[in-house]
């Protein structure tokens, strides 16, 4: 259903293209992404700088554009100070995986209209274009715009793809490969193709090129005005060669100031090792579709020990072999996932059931070892209780249980439950060391 939603939402948008008039964008001065310093969650001040470089394969990234402010004091903005002038941002993030998976991911802010004089305006954009995604790419671009329109048509539909880009999800490698980027590319025909929305001012940076990155962990300031003389100053950093910036979570400061007299976006960029706190659990207790034959052989490990007969535990042998193969096949396809985290997901995932094997078996075994209870039945037995004046004879009833010989059922499984945790284990051991990764 949703699927179709958007097909219908993407057919819409496409044909609503024409509205947007031609125009030719105003050239405005964009700094590069510019490392300064932040607050963390916890209040701590740190270095941008000092950050953790991202190093391809090594870790996944999160990046996103928090803040976007507008000085309406500037030359190019004049042009749009009417009544019926709306601005907007937006993010375009483009480029191509090291599995040379195609990125395309468009973020539209809703229209807002600016006002001249001196003052700094909030665009109210914040967006979150790459959650945890594996820091692989060959070559990663990132746009970034603030575009106008005076076309209240225009606007209303500017409004329309703003609210469909703030509910699609961070970009992620699987999405791509599933086709699932159509309302993106749709959304770059509409804003971009043939200039039909005006960039009042504009940026493109490298993110990624070659396979190669100088991108740290931190934060980053893109300032945009008429020429870079002004914001020159921002720029200039301390005699510890540290910036003298600071993003407070809410507002970049200079000198402990306020940055109100010129326009910027903020960029802000984090990582992390794993993408799963404990790889031992990660596929029995994931939702990815890698996971579900997985959990399937577990379960299956657990009763195989106890089958009875020669074709109940083929059956099982050969069940756990397909979902073992099946599950270690989609993950090592899953973009989304590094390959070192694969590979350490794989290993968790065959010790644990390993661990599960080798308890369902020694319990298996155990239960088929102990003799079968035969009959119970009670016979009389003389006893002879002496005193010292005569003896009593008087019989009294005791209990006898008797045994009988194992039966077919635990024969089998004594015979043939080692012989199936040999041949269950050969497989896990494929498990954990894939060939050809």
């Known amino acids: 259903m949703k699927s179709i939603q958007l097909g219908i939402f993407t057919t819409a948008l496409l044909a609503i293209q024409t509205l947007f008039a031609d125009s030719t964008p105003t050239a405005a001065s964009t700094s590069s992404p510019t490392p300064i ?14 950050g953790k470089l991202l190093a391809n394969g090594n870790c996944y990234a999160t990046i996103g554009v928090p803040a976007v402010r ?15 002038s709306r601005a907007f941002a937006t993010t375009k993030l483009s480029g191509k995986s090291s599995g040379q ?8 802010g809703t229209p807002r209209p600016i006002k001249s004089g001196d003052t700094i305006d909030d665009m109210g954009f914040g967006v979150l274009f790459l959650d945890a995604v594996p820091w692989d790419f060959a070559s990663l671009h990132l746009d970034l715009a603030i575009n106008s329109s005076a076309d ?8 329309g793809v703003s609210s469909v880009s703030k509910d699609i999800p961070a970009f992620q490698l699987s999405a791509a490969v599933n086709g699932g980027l159509a309302i993106a590319q749709v959304f770059d025909k509409l804003l971009f193709d043939q200039s ?4 009042r001012l504009s940026g493109s940076f490298d993110l990624v090129t070659g396979g190669s990155s100088t991108l740290r962990t931190g934060c980053y300031v893109v300032f945009g005005a008429d020429n870079a003389t002004v914001y020159a100053r921002y720029l200039v950093p301390d005699t510890a060669g540290h910036s003298q910036l ?5 507002t970049l400061l200079f000198n402990g100031s306020p940055v109100v007299d010129v326009s910027y976006f903020i960029i802000t960029v984090d990582s992390q090792a794993n993408l799963y706190s404990n790889t031992d659990d990660a596929a029995l207790n994931s939702g990815r579709e890698w996971a579900n034959p997985l959990q399937n052989a577990e379960l299956s490990i657990v009763s195989l020990p106890l089958a009875s007969d020669e074709a109940s535990r083929t059956t099982a042998i050969a069940a756990i072999k397909a979902d073992i193969v099946k599950g270690q096949t989609l993950l090592l396809a899953d973009p989304d996932i590094l390959l070192s985290e694969k590979k350490a997901i794989l290993k968790g995932v065959s010790d644990k059931l390993f661990a599960t094997l080798t308890a369902a078996t020694a319990k298996a075994v155990a239960s088929a ?3 079968s209870p035969g009959p119970q039945f009670s ?11 005569f003896a009593l004879d008087y019989r009294r009833p005791t209990t006898t249980t008797s045994t009988v010989a194992v039966s077919a059922r635990q024969k089998f499984i004594l015979d043939h439950a080692p012989q199936s945790k040999k041949q269950v284990e050969e497989i896990l051991h494929s498990l954990a060391t894939p060939q050809g990764f």
């Open 246 to 250: 600071l993003w407070d979570q809410s």
């Open 369 to 371: 070892s102990g003799p």
């Open 70 to 84: 507008v000085f309406a004091h500037t030359g190019w903005l004049t042009a749009i100070f009417d009544s019926n």
């Open 37 to 50: 310093s932040y607050k963390d969650s916890s209040g701590n001040v740190n270095q941008t700088s000092n």
């Open 152 to 159: 209240s048509t225009v606007t209303d539909i500017v409004s």
């Open 101 to 108: 998976i195609n990125v395309a991911d468009t973020r539209v």
């Open 196 to 199: 039909r929305s005006e960039a």
């Open 379 to 389: 016979s009389p037995s003389t006893v002879l209780r002496g005193t010292n004046m």
